[in-house]
């Protein structure tokens, strides 16, 4: 817990290498989420559903959208 800065910046880091790896979206958007940066979270969800609809990831998205 408390590492949600550090978690953010390897999952960018994941992602500049990987741009299509839909769970480090799916951990980029959790990561922000748990910032309170929601609209941001909601984008990186959008991006692993874009990459793979998978029910844990929409389900990440309604929630964050939740707290905008």
């Known amino acids: 817990l408390g590492y949600n800065k550090e978690a953010l910046v ?20 959790i ?9 941001e979270a909601v984008s990186s969800f959008d991006k692993a559903i874009e990459i793979n609809p998978k029910p844990s990831f929409i ?10």
């Open 10 to 29: 390897a999952c960018e880091n994941a992602l500049s290498i990987s741009p299509v790896h839909e769970e480090a979206w799916n951990n980029r958007g």
């Open 31 to 39: 990561s922000l989420a748990k910032l309170s940066r929601f609209k």
């Open 59 to 68: 389900r990440n998205r309604a929630i964050a959208i939740s707290r905008i």
